[in-house]
């Protein structure tokens, strides 16, 4: 289980946390907290900025880039 460590509690499923995800921008430059993820697996909600557009609830997967 995930430790709490005064992260959100996802609105969601309302049992799991968000968990920070941080990037590297085009230019190298770092991104913190570019996404936040549900902790529990069943849930999968999802929040991010891309190109300064907020999405969330798209579908997660591995990125193979």
Known sequence: ???DRGFPRCMKC???ILLPLSD???DG???QYKA???ANPDCGFNIRIDNGEVTFGRAI???YK
Do not use: K, N
């Open 1 to 3: 289980m995930v430790e």
């Open 14 to 16: 309302e049992t799991g």
């Open 24 to 26: 590297y921008g085009r």
């Open 29 to 31: 430059a770092p991104i």
């Open 36 to 38: 936040w993820v549900c």
């Open 61 to 63: 997967g591995q990125s």
